[in-house]
């Protein structure tokens, strides 16, 4: 079993930043790709970024450049660097992380989520 518990989640103005994390535990042989996505009231979850074990990277456009995705494969934690944030950024963020087991099963986990709300 994995668990995913993610923190750094606030209340924030328009232009600021938040930096969010993520860190797997439990019975984990490997983490392959992990990532945040967000959902908004009203709105389907959708990806906001991801991030291989190789720390290749992929941004939805709403955040590139703005926002950056980052890993500790020694601690099996990623990051979101949050800056210039928007109202529109407002949503529950929620980190997933694909873990292999040690006969190769791939699960998807994800975290509880944690609230970012941008608003002045």
């Known amino acids: 079993q994995v668990q995913l518990v993610e923190s750094g989640g606030g209340l924030v103005q328009p232009g600021g930043s938040l930096r969010l994390s993520c860190a797997a535990s439990?019975?984990?042989?490997?983490?392959?790709?992990m990532g945040w996505y967000r959902q908004a009231p009203g709105k389907q979850r959708e990806l906001v970024a991801t991030?291989?074990?190789?720390?290749?990277?992929n941004y939805a456009d709403s955040v590139k450049g703005r926002f950056t995705i980052s890993r500790d494969n020694a601690k099996n934690t990623v990051y979101l660097q949050m800056n210039s944030l928007k109202p529109e950024d407002t949503a529950v963020y929620y980190c997933?992380?694909?873990?292999?087991?040690?006969?190769?099963?791939?699960?998807?986990?994800w975290g509880q989520g944690t609230q970012v709300t941008v608003s002045s």
């Open positions: 439990g019975n984990i042989f490997s983490i392959s790709a």
């Open positions: 997933n992380a694909d873990g292999v087991n040690i006969i190769g099963t791939i699960n998807r986990y």
């Open positions: 991030i291989t074990s190789g720390h290749s990277t």
